[in-house]
């Protein structure tokens, strides 16, 4: 039986949840439910803090999980990064009261405030850069304001808590972080694992691509086709009418409209997009 963990708190939480859901898993009802057997699909999840995931599987006593990519490289453990979800995409960032501090080189000899210190301490350490780290739990943004740092490396997403802490970002993102599916260093990819995610990947392609059909002249096929050329190869198939050809191909959704209007620019006709529910490649 899988043992998976699944974070039961904060920005990762919910949406790991939909995803497994999605994925054909039970998932909890009650936010206080602490483990939930599958045995339908064996596989037992454990609902675990997102900061402790990495140290359970790192350690071996939980066979995977879904944590930050941040979280992983601060816990400091040795577990693998599987595969990214695309969810909770953020950046990670140093930040300082506006045009104070432009270069990380500035950041010598002040206080660091985050609650990602060995991400921070092996990010100046690797850049020989000598400086304070002072740990906090949260709301580090505020550090500043209040006086026990001079600067902030945290989490960015829109930047709307830097702003209003009248802080800016400065140098390179120190990291892209999203969601990814981790397991141990030691455990052999088991067939477990394998089917854990090809139902993840399933999902994420189903929310990625749309299904296109059209219509086109024989004549035109090639050009059509070369605009949808699909994952492997596009379905083309006869019409009643010899003159034409049906076609369909995955396409990634984002696009739809702009392969649309070129799909009837070279003439196809009857283009209908469908969503994708589920899928294994
Ligand atoms: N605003 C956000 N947008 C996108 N991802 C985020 C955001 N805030 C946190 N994350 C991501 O969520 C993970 C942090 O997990 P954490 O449990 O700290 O979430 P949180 O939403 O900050 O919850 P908490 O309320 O407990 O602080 C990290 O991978 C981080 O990059
Ligand atoms: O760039 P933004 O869109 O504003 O999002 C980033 C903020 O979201 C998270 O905070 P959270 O609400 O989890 O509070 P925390 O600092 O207590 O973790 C993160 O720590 C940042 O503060
Ligand atoms: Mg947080």
Redesign the pocket.
Known sequence: MLRIAV?N?????EPASQLLTEAGYRQRRDNRELVLPDPANDVEFFFL???DIAVYVGSGTVDVGI?????LLDSGVEAVEHRGLGF???T?RFAAPAGQITSVDQIAGKRVAT?YDVLVGSYLADRGIDAEVVHLD?AVESSVRLGIADLVAD?V??GT?LRAAGLETFGDPILR???VLIHSAGHEVSNGLNVLDRRVQGVLVARQYVLMDYDVPVTHAERAIAITPGLESPTVSPLHDGNWVAVRAMVRREVTNKVMDELYDVGARAILVTSIHACRL
């Open positions: 974070p708190k904060g920005s990762l939480s803090r997102p900061r944590t930050g990519r941040d979280l909770a995409r953020s990670f609650s949260g989490v997403e829109t808590t972080s999203e969601a």
